[in-house]
């Protein structure tokens, strides 16, 4: 049996279509072995999204070489669409495949074998206006499911190379994702996520039919607990979009929303689409119809011509809105985007200062949102053994609020939806009870969590 390994950098969605990649592989015969071994075939899906991703990747295409010189070394994602030439120079490279045509790689890796003469394959993605069609049936060790839904972006932000390694924005036909949807249903999901590049932009190039159509129509979808958004933009978000998330129970009380900066100047040098002021707006009115929403966002420190000040005021604003949790990360020079080249860039010690701030105020909202929790009652799909005490009798796993919970329990539990009572609150993780765990028909007979949890009743008689 002829085998594969896997290296994938880089963010979700790059863990996706390397799954879907393996399928390609798998259906063809393969045997996927760890990436430290001795395999017929390397695949790295590379990441470019800072020069680091770039340099990284590099280092792990020559570990592939290294490990098996007579092998085929393939490699796709994002580096390898926006500098396939770069990577066609490291000896050893058989094949350079980008963001698109990778339904088509079992035939060059067929066409390499015969002849191993070097493909590079990689074109144009700016003139690409379809989504590639990759499905995944299933997730190796995982008890959610991701769904693609959406590729590219249009936004062009002055930090962002994405748009030229992903191209435009492009959705996934709504047919196709609800097929997907109740394949990983009838597979034993219970929670899916709905991911892509510019999630929030789905449907942009549809007509009359959007993200919000989208959740409508996955609320239906029988057997599905719970839907999950990988992350919106606050723009994105109207009063149609607010209003499933209110009304539909499947939807989970948690959204990952970027602010990237505090302060309205940064805000549009960075060529966000909306003042801080908007923002603000758009998190009330989140939070006044869904009670207990856990917004969760991402923060780029140190952008060019960030003052002392300009930071201070970003500060006292993430304050006031509460996050449940900040991803904070300092700016980073990517070569061929315009804040690269934009004058005041930051020094590496002021903006590593700033980091450890705004970790600081993370923790201590993470926590605080934690806390009003304790001694209620959540569901909880319990992921993994807890990989802090393995083998003792203990699993972890989230809520739909997305706090992570650990409690008593064996294995068996994995996968299931469980009635967990938050036992004690930590800005990592909480510690709970299990009262009971729940199958479909004690769903359909018990009130919801979400009357007890969100005092929202209305959600469930809709």
Same mark, same amino acid.
């Given at each position: 049996?002829?085998?594969?390994?896997?290296?994938?950098?880089?963010?979700?969605?790059?863990?996706?279509?390397?799954?879907?990649?393996?399928?390609?592989?798998?259906?063809?015969?393969?045997?996927?072995?760890?990436?430290?071994?001795?395999?017929?075939?390397?695949?790295?899906?590379?990441?470019?999204?800072?020069?680091?991703?770039?340099?990284?990747?590099?280092?792990?295409?020559?570990?592939?070489?290294?490990?098996?010189?007579?092998?085929?070394?393939?490699?796709?994602?994002?580096?390898?669409?926006?500098?396939?030439?770069?990577?066609?120079?490291?000896?050893?490279?058989?094949?350079?495949?980008?963001?698109?045509?990778?339904?088509?790689?079992?035939?060059?890796?067929?066409?390499?074998?015969?002849?191993?003469?070097?493909?590079?394959?990689?074109?144009?993605?700016?003139?690409?206006?379809?989504?590639?069609?990759?499905?995944? #049936?299933?997730?190796?060790?995982?008890?959610?499911?991701?769904?693609?839904?959406?590729?590219?972006?249009?936004?062009?932000?002055?930090?962002?190379?994405?748009?030229?390694?992903?191209?435009?924005?492009?959705?996934?036909?709504?047919?196709?994702?609800?097929?997907?949807?109740?394949?990983?249903?009838?597979?034993?999901?219970?929670?899916?996520?709905?991911?892509?590049?510019?999630?929030?932009?789905?449907?942009?190039?549809?007509?009359?039919?959007?993200?919000?159509?989208?959740?409508?129509?996955?609320?239906?979808?029988?057997?599905?607990?719970?839907?999950?958004?990988?992350?919106?933009?606050?723009?994105?978000?109207?009063?149609?979009?607010?209003?499933?998330?209110?009304?539909?129970?499947?939807?989970?009380?948690?959204?990952?929303?970027?602010?990237?900066?505090?302060?309205?100047?940064?805000?549009?040098?960075?060529?966000?689409?909306?003042?801080?002021?908007?923002?603000?707006?758009?998190?009330?009115?989140?939070?006044?119809?869904?009670?207990?929403?856990?917004?969760?966002?991402?923060?780029?420190?140190?952008?060019?011509?960030?003052?002392?000040?300009?930071?201070?005021?970003?500060?006292?604003?993430?304050?006031?809105?509460?996050?449940?949790?900040?991803?904070?990360? #300092?700016?980073?020079?990517?070569?061929?985007? #315009?804040?690269?080249?934009?004058?005041?860039?930051?020094?590496?010690?002021?903006?590593?200062?700033?980091?450890?701030?705004?970790?600081?105020?993370?923790?201590?909202?993470?926590?605080?949102?934690?806390?009003?929790?304790?001694?209620?009652?959540?569901?909880?799909?319990?992921?993994?053994?807890?990989?802090?005490?393995?083998?003792?009798?203990?699993?972890?796993?989230?809520?739909?609020?997305?706090?992570?919970?650990?409690?008593?329990?064996?294995?068996?539990?994995?996968?299931?939806?469980?009635?967990?009572?938050?036992?004690?609150?930590?800005?990592?993780?909480?510690?709970?009870?299990?009262?009971?765990?729940?199958?479909?028909?004690?769903?359909?007979?018990?009130?919801?969590?979400?009357?007890?949890?969100?005092?929202? #009743?209305?959600?469930?008689?809709?």
């Amino acid at each position: 049996m002829p085998t594969v390994a896997f290296y994938t950098l880089g963010c979700k969605v790059n863990f996706y279509d390397t799954e879907a990649i393996w399928q390609l592989f798998k259906n063809e015969g393969y045997e996927q072995v760890d990436f430290e071994s001795t395999a017929d075939v390397y695949l790295v899906n590379t990441c470019t999204v800072t020069n680091t991703g770039d340099k990284k990747s590099r280092q792990i295409i020559r570990r592939a070489v290294r490990r098996n010189p007579d092998a085929i070394i393939a490699v796709t994602g994002c580096y390898a669409q926006t500098s396939p030439a770069e990577i066609m120079a490291i000896e050893g490279v058989d094949l350079v495949i980008g963001t698109q045509d990778r339904e088509k790689i079992m035939s060059f890796v067929g066409q390499i074998q015969d002849d191993r003469t070097p493909v590079n394959a990689v074109r144009n993605i700016m003139k690409t206006r379809t989504f590639e069609e990759l499905d995944v #049936p299933d997730f190796a060790e995982r008890t959610r499911a991701f769904l693609k839904i959406q590729e590219g972006c249009n936004n062009f932000c002055t930090f962002c190379i994405i748009p030229w390694s992903r191209g435009l924005s492009r959705s996934r036909e709504p047919q196709s994702v609800l097929e997907q949807a109740r394949a990983l249903v009838a597979a034993g999901y219970k929670e899916i996520v709905l991911t892509g590049i510019h999630t929030g932009g789905y449907g942009d190039d549809m007509e009359n039919y959007n993200l919000t159509s989208l959740l409508w129509d996955l609320d239906k979808v029988e057997g599905l607990e719970r839907i999950r958004i990988s992350s919106i933009e606050a723009s994105q978000i109207d009063d149609a979009m607010i209003d499933v998330l209110n009304r539909s129970s499947k939807m989970c009380r948690h959204l990952h929303i970027p602010l990237q900066a505090g302060e309205n100047s940064v805000l549009k040098r960075m060529r966000r689409k909306y003042t801080t002021e908007e923002f603000a707006a758009k998190i009330k009115r989140l939070h006044e119809a869904m009670p207990g929403v856990a917004i969760t966002t991402d923060v780029i420190v140190g952008f060019p011509g960030e003052t002392e000040e300009m930071f201070e005021s970003g500060f006292r604003f993430m304050e006031e809105l509460r996050f449940a949790e900040m991803h904070v990360f #300092p700016y980073s020079k990517r070569t061929g985007t #315009p804040a690269a080249r934009m004058d005041e860039q930051v020094d590496d010690e002021i903006k590593n200062e700033r980091v450890h701030k705004l970790i600081d105020l993370s923790e201590k909202m993470q926590l605080q949102y934690a806390e009003q929790y304790v001694g209620k009652v959540l569901d909880v799909i319990p992921e993994r053994d807890y990989k802090g005490a393995p083998g003792q009798g203990l699993v972890m796993g989230y809520t739909d609020n997305y706090i992570q919970v650990v409690f008593d329990g064996t294995v068996d539990l994995i996968g299931q939806l469980c009635r967990v009572k938050i036992t004690e609150a930590g800005v990592n993780e909480c510690r709970g009870q299990l009262l009971r765990v729940l199958d479909a028909d004690m769903r359909s007979e018990e009130t919801d969590i979400h009357s007890f949890v969100y005092e929202r #009743p209305e959600a469930i008689q809709a």
